[in-house]
């Protein structure tokens, strides 16, 4: 039997930050639920669901009229994962899984179990590995917990690096300063830091070094000390590399590797470093290996897909 149920929000503001942008929130909450939702005036209607599917309604209003009462913009992420945590087969997020930075645009939230012991093992570890697909968040939720840490000064700065991987180039060749070689490489790692704090906080960072941008290469001789480290695209590390950058870290330091086993891009006969890293470190006490897998995708649906579509191709034929 279909129910209808109806949310009466007396504060515009509330109003308005729980609805998004043209009602972009509730066209997520819609696509996750089902049925119809509708705004009109100071009302929120939901119809054509279940009752189960009311009180999903009911917890997810709920939970976003908290978030907006504090001042926060909840992103279509962080409402996707509210309908999954009412679902049924799910249990509430638990807060220590749950990535809250200092001056930034919203909470990010775990979209699976998996990403969930992911945030959890770069908390209780000194070194932390995540493999996984592309769209997973591997590299969104290291750069979350970074911010995070440093944001809240828990960490004295965060480095990003990630080895250079092009066939005919070197960055010796390339225009500009260091800064500028190596941007172009890392610009995945802005792209997530800029979807997560203002533009103006993370220049300031640079300003104050509090960011720093490091090839791979350029690596060798440093001791990172109370800092967090990000080693981006892990999988195109040699051994040596891996070795090198394992080494590197310090007193007070963590660190988060990510890389994607399917998108090895190093010269043949060449073996990759986070492979052997993971063959080699997986029984070493204080390093958490976090795997991911297609149901942990969070871009675009259509990217699952995708990554499955692949998948099934490598498959041999029965």
Known sequence: MEERITIVLDNQDILSGVCGANDRNLKVIEGSLGGRIAARGNEIRLEGVDEQGLRRFKSIMDSLVAVVREGESPSPEYIRALAESAAPEHTEVPDEAIIHIPHGFSRVFPRSGNQAQYIRGMRSHDITFCVGPAGTGKTYLAIA??????????????????????????????????????????????????????????????????????????????????????????????????????????????????????????????????????????????????????????????????????????KPSP
């Open 145 to 314: 917990e970074a911010l995070c840490m440093v944001l809240s000064k828990k960490m004295r700065k965060l480095v990003l690096t990630r080895p250079v991987v092009e066939a005919g180039e070197s960055l010796g060749f390339l225009p500009g300063d260091l800064a500028q070689k190596i941007n172009p490489y890392l610009r995945p790692l802005y792209d997530a830091m800029e979807s997560l704090v203002p533009y103006e906080m993370i220049r300031r960072m640079e300003e104050t070094r509090t960011i720093e941008i490091a090839p791979l290469a350029y690596m060798r001789g440093r001791s990172l000390n109370d800092c967090m480290v990000i080693l981006d695209e892990a999988q195109n590390t040699t051994k040596e590399q891996m070795k090198m950058f394992l080494t590197r870290i310090g007193e007070g330091a963590r660190a988060v590797i990510t890389g994607d086993t399917t998108q090895i891009d190093l010269p043949k006969r060449v073996d990759s470093g986070l492979l052997h890293a993971l063959s080699i470190l997986s029984q070493v006490e204080g390093i958490h290996i976090a795997y991911l897998n297609t149901a942990d995708v969070v871009r675009n649906p259509l990217i699952k897909k995708i990554i499955q579509a692949y998948e099934n191709e490598k």
